[in-house]
């Protein structure tokens, strides 16, 4: 059986995920590229706190806990 991966999850997993839940799952999946980012100096720190900022915005984030984790969401 071939198995889909849908942001690091397989695919039973993301679909008993609720709108919610997904919606966090892909904010922190977005955290961690524009992380990637910074680290790797494809961006400042401005850039990162600025993207990270509007980000957290858009999608509704803004009292999701610094810490969390893929384990939180399921």
Do not use: H
């Not at 609720?18 to 494809?42: I, M, N």
Request: charged letters at 30%; a positive charge.
């Amino acid at each position: 059986m071939t198995k889909i991966r849908i942001i690091f999850m397989e695919q039973d997993v993301w679909e008993k995920l609720s709108p919610e839940q997904k919606k966090r799952q892909l904010y922190l999946e977005q955290k961690k590229t524009l992380e990637a980012f910074l680290e790797r100096g494809a961006i400042s720190k401005a850039q990162f706190d600025k993207s990270l900022g509007d980000l957290t915005v858009k999608m509704g984030m803004t009292g999701l806990a610094e810490k969390a984790c893929y384990n939180d969401v399921i």
